[in-house]
């Protein structure tokens, strides 16, 4: 396996994404909601409910949860668009005639997925984390972010759920033929985080340092399992023939 | 350069490729025909490595088609032409060629020289900033071999490149692949195209699921029909007809005013035809003996073959 072809397949994926404004779209609307909307809630409603700031920690855990959420979403397009657009533009096959190997092509579609997305949501977070900061300080009297929940959230749990988008996006990918059923099949991939966050509200599960470790955990056992699946679907001799 | 012994490809209970066994030379343009479902991109694509072979064996320049580190040395000496372009149509003309130029692994001048003199000879260089999307089908094609030719590969491998296009646009590429003949590369080119075959290929091979014949044009063309008789007449009457019938004659044709009939030695043959003709009161305009075309070839071996 070479980084550098793989490296390749992305930057070709980065080129091609400069030209598909909903793959733009998609990167930037979620994070911009998130670092903007989240902060203006809290500021539009602790000037009207005095006891909201009493459950802010649990709140703002429960909204850092959202930007997990974000990253399970925004793969989703990219990876179908890289899969599927290539399926219908018909460009695997001269692809596939190269001497790169089905894992080389397979990471460079994942790096083309995960990479924006990483870049999106840190950088929402930050302005999340900096707009919530300023929007609660007042009433806390500190920062609350950054902190090590957060941390945990950004730098294990949130790459964890991208890794399992992409892959879900290329195993459904290789099953449908356009972007649009893609992303119909692809919204399957939040029934899982909306279950966790429905569990954390009805305090089934806390979303603190050891509920996203193990959060994680468990979403890292299911991005294994769907390596194998991914990689048994992503092989030339399949995607020639077998693949719609 | 290719040599097949024996290929075969089954997809299933379906057997797309029978026992194929060919050779072809280094620097030959090689003609592969067939109709459609007769197994040609199923062979080209064992040949590139991009699906396996059920049986046989195959080796593309020395390399083992089937051995995983052959397959990759396979890609890197082949460039292909698939049946459909597959260009990256977000994508530049240049920035696709300068995407397989990296990929093989070219230097930097390399790429550029190459995209450059191979844009310039595909009349594309003026397009290079354009994206491949806006291009015409011809315009793809031709980026498309272009692609294909980036790294200078020793084998181009070319499916159908004609297919679909407008005359002037296929005249092009024709011409291109002509070009390439020139510089002694060597060329596997699927086609239904039969004048096409003809003009540009020094040897063919006509598939229909098993090899049904290979050679020369011009042994091709010999090697199933003989010649065939064609007399004008003035005017085909019943008199005429009555001898014709008589004379039980090979295949024999009659279109309007015309009389066609297969010949194995037509200096012998056909006086006795014409003599019957003139004492059933035809006028004679004209005697012709043509040969058979690789059309007529062709058609026979795929129908005895379906």
């Given at each position: 396996?070479?980084l550098?072809?793989?490296?390749?397949?992305?930057?070709?994926?980065?080129?091609?994404?400069?030209?598909?404004?909903?793959?733009?779209?998609?990167?930037?609307?979620?994070?911009?909601?998130?670092s903007v909307?989240?902060?203006?809630?809290?500021?539009?409603?602790?000037?009207r409910?005095?006891?909201?700031?009493a459950?802010?920690?649990?709140?703002?855990?429960?909204?850092?949860?959202?930007?997990?959420?974000?990253?399970?979403?925004?793969?989703?397009?990219?990876?179908?668009y890289?899969?599927?657009?290539?399926?219908?533009?018909?460009?695997?096959?001269?692809?596939?005639?190269?001497?790169?190997?089905?894992?080389?092509?397979?990471?460079?579609?994942?790096?083309?997925?995960l990479?924006?997305?990483?870049?999106?949501?840190?950088?929402?977070?930050?302005?999340?984390m900096?707009?919530?900061?300023?929007a609660?300080?007042?009433?806390?009297?500190?920062?609350?972010?950054?902190?090590?929940?957060?941390?945990?959230?950004?730098?294990?749990?949130?790459?964890?759920?991208?890794?399992?988008?992409?892959?879900?996006s290329?195993?459904?990918?290789?099953?449908?033929?356009?972007?649009?059923?893609?992303?119909?099949?692809?919204?399957?991939?939040?029934?899982?985080?909306?279950?966790?966050?429905?569990?954390?509200e009805?305090?089934?599960?806390?979303?603190?340092?050891?509920?996203?470790?193990?959060?994680?955990?468990?979403?890292?056992?299911?991005?294994?399992?769907?390596?194998?699946v991914?990689?048994?679907?992503?092989?030339?001799?399949?995607?020639l023939?077998?693949?719609? | 350069?290719?040599?097949?012994e024996?290929?075969?490809?089954?997809?299933?209970?379906?057997?797309?490729?029978?026992?194929?066994?060919?050779?072809?030379?280094?620097?030959?343009?090689?003609?592969?025909?067939?109709?459609?479902?007769?197994?040609?991109?199923?062979?080209?694509?064992?040949?590139?490595?991009?699906?396996?072979?059920?049986?046989?064996n195959?080796?593309?320049?020395?390399?083992?088609?089937?051995?995983?580190?052959?397959?990759?040395?396979?890609r890197?000496?082949?460039?292909?032409?698939?049946?459909?372009?597959?260009?990256?149509?977000?994508?530049?003309?240049?920035?696709?060629?300068?995407?397989?130029?990296?990929?093989?692994?070219?230097?930097?001048?390399?790429?550029k020289?190459?995209?450059q003199?191979?844009?310039?000879?595909?009349?594309?260089?003026?397009?290079?900033?354009?994206l491949?999307?806006?291009?015409?089908?011809?315009?793809?094609?031709?980026?498309?071999?272009?692609?294909?030719?980036?790294?200078?590969?020793?084998?181009?491998?070319?499916?159908?490149?004609?297919?679909?296009?407008?005359?002037?646009?296929a005249?092009?590429?024709?011409?291109?692949?002509?070009?390439?003949?020139?510089?002694?590369?060597?060329?596997?080119?699927?086609?239904?195209?039969?004048?096409?075959?003809?003009?540009?290929?020094?040897?063919?091979?006509?598939?229909?699921?098993?090899?049904?014949?290979?050679?020369?044009?011009?042994?091709?063309?010999?090697?199933?029909?003989?010649?065939?008789?064609?007399?004008t007449?003035?005017?085909?009457?019943?008199?005429?007809?009555?001898?014709?019938?008589?004379?039980?004659?090979?295949?024999?044709?009659?279109?309007?005013?015309?009389?066609?009939?297969?010949?194995?030695?037509?200096?012998?043959?056909?006086?006795?035809?014409?003599?019957?003709?003139?004492?059933?009161?035809?006028?004679v305009?004209?005697?012709?003996?043509?040969?058979s075309?690789?059309e007529?070839?062709?058609?026979?071996?795929?129908r005895?073959?379906?």
């Open positions: 396996m070479r550098s072809k793989a490296w390749l397949v992305a930057s070709r994926d980065f080129k091609i994404f400069r030209h598909q404004k909903n793959i733009l779209y998609s990167i930037i609307v979620f994070p911009i909601l998130i909307l989240f902060p203006a809630i809290l500021e539009f409603a602790g000037q409910s005095v006891g909201l700031f459950a802010l920690p649990s709140l703002l855990n429960s909204f850092s949860f959202f930007i997990v959420i974000g990253a399970a979403y925004i793969p989703l397009g990219i990876a179908s890289s899969i599927v657009g290539e399926k219908v533009e018909k460009s695997l096959e001269p692809l596939l005639a190269t001497p790169l190997t089905d894992g080389e092509i397979l990471l460079g579609k994942a790096i083309s997925a990479l924006p997305t990483l870049a999106a949501m840190y950088a929402g977070a930050t302005f999340f900096v707009g919530v900061d300023a609660t300080f007042g009433r806390l009297g500190y920062n609350y972010f950054p902190n090590w929940t957060f941390a945990v959230l950004l730098l294990i749990l949130v790459p964890v759920a991208v890794v399992m988008s992409v892959l879900y290329i195993i459904v990918s290789s099953r449908v033929n356009d972007v649009r059923s893609a992303n119909g099949y692809g919204i399957f991939i939040f029934l899982p985080f909306l279950a966790i966050y429905l569990a954390s009805i305090h089934l599960i806390s979303l603190d340092i050891t509920g996203l470790l193990i959060i994680a955990g468990v979403l890292a056992a299911i991005d294994i399992a769907l390596y194998f991914g990689t048994a679907a992503f092989q030339r001799e399949e995607i023939t077998k693949w719609k | 350069m290719i040599d097949t024996n290929l075969t490809k089954k997809f299933g209970n379906l057997t797309a490729v029978d026992s194929l066994t060919l050779h072809v030379n280094d620097g030959e343009v090689f003609g592969f025909l067939g109709p459609n479902g007769a197994g040609k991109t199923t062979t080209v694509r064992m040949l590139c490595c991009l699906i396996s072979k059920t049986s046989g195959a080796t593309v320049g020395g390399f083992q088609i089937g051995n995983k580190e052959d397959s990759l040395k396979i890197k000496i082949i460039g292909l032409v698939p049946d459909n372009v597959g260009l990256s149509e977000n994508l530049t003309a240049y920035d696709n060629l300068d995407f397989y130029g990296k990929i093989y692994d070219c230097s930097t001048t390399q790429r020289e190459n995209i003199r191979f844009l310039d000879m595909l009349g594309l260089w003026d397009k290079r900033n354009v491949a999307g806006t291009f015409s089908k011809g315009m793809k094609q031709k980026l498309a071999i272009a692609r294909a030719l980036i790294h200078e590969p020793e084998i181009l491998f070319m499916d159908e490149p004609t297919a679909n296009l407008d005359p002037e646009s005249k092009t590429v024709r011409e291109f692949i002509l070009e390439l003949k020139k510089q002694k590369k060597t060329i596997f080119l699927n086609t239904h195209n039969l004048d096409e075959a003809q003009r540009i290929c020094d040897r063919i091979a006509i598939l229909n699921t098993k090899l049904r014949a290979i050679g020369t044009p011009e042994e091709l063309e010999r090697s199933v029909s003989g010649k065939r008789t064609v007399i007449l003035e005017q085909v009457n019943d008199a005429v007809l009555n001898a014709l019938k008589k004379l039980s004659l090979r295949n024999l044709t009659v279109d309007g005013n015309k009389i066609t009939f297969d010949v194995v030695d037509p200096d012998k043959e056909n006086s006795p035809v014409v003599e019957a003709l003139v004492l059933a009161g035809g006028h305009r004209a005697i012709n003996v043509v040969g075309t690789l007529d070839t062709y058609l026979k071996l795929v005895e073959s379906t």
